[in-house]
């Protein structure tokens, strides 16, 4: 079946700090791959996303580049901000699983002054 | 334009006690989803259903039923409730188009924050 495997949090990082968060995923088919973030105390949102390989998502600052060869899919910010704290979490989406989204298990990202 | 609308926010139950969930989308989607989000476990799927008339168990269906009431929307009832489903429950919905909805995102609410004491 279809996983998605993040790295462990949480992560601290000072104002202005590159930011890396790591994701893989074992997936049927071709799968189009997602970042989504969630504010304090609200849903999830859409951040960035990829629908084929060497394709990057690019939003806010963040970017993604959808790596087929090694099955990768890891989000990056060059200077990040005290409002980027957040929960921040990868998915896939595969014809194989019906289109259902399948999440990683977050990882949360407090950025200090 | 509200998106998908969640009801209740907060609630308490006892043990054995039933509830229903509601969530509605006003973006005509045909998919709805339901989510349970707990602590180091991420998002994962109760049930979901992918047009009108049609639902499917996710994830973790036990302990839980839904209704696709119309294209607009999608409940999740617990029948008994106990305390291992204390958790924020999301609902979502998202479009199919072009290959079947694989490239579309999905949207979410606000969350349903239960507690079963």
């Known amino acids: 079946g279809n996983s998605v495997t993040q790295m462990e949090g949480p992560v601290t990082l000072s104002e202005e700090a590159f930011l890396t968060i790591n994701c893989t995923y074992t997936?049927?088919?071709?799968?189009?791959l997602f970042w989504y973030v969630q504010y304090p105390g609200e849903g999830l949102q859409l951040l960035l996303k990829?629908?084929?390989?060497?394709d990057k998502g690019s939003n806010k600052g963040f970017e993604a580049t959808y790596r087929k060869e090694t099955t990768s899919f890891h989000l990056e910010k060059g200077s990040v901000q005290v409002s980027d704290s957040a929960v921040y979490f990868c998915?896939?989406?595969?014809?194989?699983?019906?289109?259902?989204?399948?999440f990683g298990k977050g990882t949360l990202l407090t950025v200090n002054p | 334009n509200a998106g998908v609308t969640q009801t209740p926010k907060f609630q308490v139950l006892k043990t054995g006690q039933s509830m229903t969930l509601q969530c509605a989308q006003d973006?005509?989607?045909?998919?709805m989803y339901w989510y349970r989000q707990d602590p180091g476990m991420g998002l994962r799927l109760i049930y979901y259903s992918a047009s009108e008339g049609t639902t499917d168990k996710g994830e973790v269906p036990n302990g839980y039923n839904v209704s696709r009431l119309n294209k607009r929307e999608f409940s999740l009832r617990l029948e008994s409730a106990a305390p291992s489903q204390t958790s924020v429950y999301f609902c979502?919905?998202?479009?199919?188009?072009?290959?079947?909805?694989?490239?579309?995102?999905?949207?979410f609410g606000q969350g349903t924050r239960l507690t079963v004491v």
């Open positions: 979502a919905s998202s479009e199919r188009r072009g290959q079947g909805g694989m490239n579309t995102e999905a949207f």
């Open positions: 973006m005509n989607h045909n998919s």
């Open positions: 997936a049927t088919g071709y799968p189009s």
């Open positions: 990829a629908t084929k390989a060497d």
């Open positions: 998915a896939l989406k595969s014809g194989g699983s019906n289109y259902k989204l399948t």
